[in-house]
């Protein structure tokens, strides 16, 4: 009987060592440890699966801003381009009026030599025949002219020219002519 007991103890023992896993698991499942360790397995599951869907999200977003400031600068710099363009457009509109003001400038001053040399050459003529007339006719001649005209022309005179013309001028303008070439 000994052995009877025996076999059937190796027996119950062989069927609990088969048994043994499926209970052991039913049994840890409902255990505290276990479900705080399952959840623990859980939660860094959850939180490596979303640390890459964060970091992806994030990586994505900062793209998308990224985008945003390459698309702004591009927009900004395509704005500065259009105002070079116009700036440069402007300049060369400003050069060429520039340009033709200058040569505006460069026929009046051109004209103005001209009209003032053919005035000298006019006035040259009128002392020239001024000096061949007698002083009468001169002076009557010089009469007849405005105050400042003729002090202008007995500035351009040689001294015995005026000299001869001085007793038939009018005396108070001779005497202011005297009057400004002493104070001068």
Not at 60 to 86: F, G, I, P, T, V
Not at 113 to 124: C, I, N, P, S, V
């Amino acid at each position: 009987m000994k052995q009877k007991k025996i076999h059937v103890m190796i027996f119950l023992l062989g069927g609990a060592l088969i048994l043994l896993p499926y209970k052991l698991s039913a049994v840890l499942a409902n255990s505290p440890v276990q479900n705080e360790a399952a959840a623990k397995v859980a939660t860094e599951a959850v939180s490596t699966s979303q640390q890459p869907l964060n970091a992806t999200r994030a990586a994505r977003e900062e793209k998308a801003l990224q985008d945003a400031r390459r698309q702004q600068l591009a927009d900004k710099e395509a704005a500065l381009s259009a105002k070079e363009q116009e700036l440069k457009k402007l300049s060369a509109k400003i050069e060429a009026q520039v340009k033709a003001l200058e040569d505006s400038k460069k026929r009046l001053d051109e004209s103005l030599k001209q009209k003032k040399k053919t005035l000298d050459e006019k006035r040259k003529r009128m002392l020239t025949l001024l000096k061949k007339m007698r002083p009468e006719q001169a002076g009557q001649f010089l009469g007849k002219m405005q105050e400042v005209e003729i002090i202008s022309i007995l500035n351009d005179l040689d001294n015995k020219m005026v000299l001869k013309l001085i007793p038939y001028l009018n005396q108070p303008m001779v005497l202011k002519w005297i009057k400004d070439n002493l104070n001068s």
